[in-house]
Each structure stands twice: as structure tokens, then as C-alpha cells.
């Protein structure tokens, strides 16, 4: 099985990393501008740190399986005064550039609720245009059992294996591979790529799990309503 690798940016003090090991991925580094949360990195994890998001060469990371990263949320944020790309602390041009360069098979960024009020539809439609399909949630600190609401926006995305780039990708890493692994990856990937497809295995594991441990018991709305995300959109027959 190839190695799940992950890219950590804007990083803070790697919650990401944190869950990205939970679930199997080896992180290769991270990007984080606060000084003091670069020295916790460092003696926590022990990786390359980059401090600068405009600075950091994301073909250095090119075939990475997962990007994740939670771009300054102040210029968003509604409990502040939502300037958008008018702030100077607005990155996520640098956050796409990265993408853009790294070529993930998996992307995850988080912001605050107010990214839906100043650039949700630009970001989404960049990253479709790079190459990926993309799926927002929203899913509050309560959803996890946090004491406060604590809107998120998620911005999941898989690199869309109809994309040019998709296509560019996978050449790219059949040639590097040897002829017997080349073989054996013709037409065997799913629709929503090998990344997506451990992702659904892992959660639907999860939900039986979840379903196990709370029979009989009373949820929360919450929980719920995280139990539903986690199982996902159902399909109806013959669609």
C-alpha cells in the first residue's frame, strides 16, 4: 500500500497533524508564521517547519496524498469587520497557489462561518478550476461534544480524476513506478480516487461503530446530526 503523506499550512499548534496521524497519514511538514508555535512544532514533532505560506514551493510536496490548512480567519470572520481580500491578512490565494503546486489527491481547508459572507464562491470555483471536486460542511465544535457552538466551514476536496491535472498526476507517477505496479493500478481506481475510497471505507467503519456504541442510547441534536454527516448523502435506488 503506498504511504498516506500529508502537508500541514497554517498550522497553529498541529491540530491537523494531530488527526492526520490518527488516521494513518505521515505528515512531511508544516507552514506556520507564529514563532511561538513553531518552536512547540519543533520540539513536538521534530519536522521542517516553513514560517511563510507566500514563500513556501509547493512542487516541493508535488504527489503529497492530503493538504490541509485553516487560512487567517480574521478578514472573514463576523466578529470582526469582514474586509475579504481587502485585508492584508487574507491568504487564501496563497493557500490555492500551494494546492495549485502540490497537486494533493485530498484537500481540507477550514474557516469561520463568515467565509459563506466574503469569498466562499471565488475559493470554490478556484478550486475547481484547478482541478478538484469539492464539498463544504459545516460542522460546529458542538457537533465533536466541544460546550460551544463554534461554527466551521470545511472545505473538503479530492482531485477530480476527469481533470487534466488528474490525468497529468497519474502519468506522472505510473512512469516512476515499475511495469508490475503500473499493471496493477490499470482500471482499478473507483470513481472519487484511492484516497476517496479509504476515506468512505474509514467512515462507514466509523458510523457501524457509532451506531454500536449509542443503540439504546439518547443523542444530543448534535450528535445526530453528526452521525448523519458521517454516513453521508443517501442515494436513492437506480440513481
Known amino acids: 500500500m503506498n504511504e498516506l503523506t500529508h502537508l500541514d499550512t497554517f498550522s497553529g499548534l498541529g491540530g491537523f497533524a494531530l488527526a492526520a496521524r490518527a488516521a494513518g497519514f505521515k505528515t512531511l511538514a508544516f507552514c506556520e508564521s507564529d514563532a511561538r508555535c513553531r518552536r512547540f512544532l519543533q520540539k513536538t514533532w521534530g519536522l521542517s517547519i516553513h514560517d511563510d505560506i507566500k514563500t513556501l514551493d509547493g512542487t516541493r510536496y508535488r504527489g503529497v496524498t492530503l493538504l490541509t490548512g485553516g487560512p487567517p480567519c480574521q478578514p472573514s470572520s463576523r466578529a470582526g469587520q469582514q474586509r475579504g481580500e481587502d485585508d492584508d491578512r487574507w491568504l487564501w490565494d496563497e493557500a490555492l497557489r500551494v494546492l495549485a503546486e502540490a497537486l494533493p489527491l485530498g484537500v481540507v481547508f477550514e474557516n ?51 481533470s487534466d491535472v488528474a490525468h497529468a498526476r497519474y502519468e506522472a507517477e505510473s512512469s516512476a513506478q515499475p511495469e508490475p505496479l503500473r499493471e496493477r493500478r490499470t482500471g482499478t481506481r473507483k470513481s472519487g480516487g484511492e484516497l476517496a ?16 456504541r449509542d443503540a439504546g442510547a439518547e443523542l444530543t441534536p448534535a450528535q445526530h446530526s453528526w452521525t448523519r454527516l458521517r454516513a453521508g448523502p443517501q442515494r436513492k435506488q437506480g440513481t
Not at 134 to 141: L, R, S
Open 197 to 212: 475510497d479509504r476515506v468512505r471505507d474509514r467512515r462507514d467503519q466509523e458510523v457501524q461503530r457509532d451506531r454500536k
Open 112 to 162: 469561520p462561518a463568515g467565509i459563506l459572507d466574503v469569498g466562499i464562491d471565488g475559493i470554490l470555483t478556484e478550486m475547481e478550476r484547478i482541478g478538484y471536486a469539492v464539498q463544504p460542511f459545516d460542522i460546529p465544535a458542538c457537533a465533536v461534544d466541544s460546550p460551544q457552538i463554534r461554527s466551521r466551514y470545511w472545505l473538503v476536496g479530492f482531485l477530480d480524476e476527469g
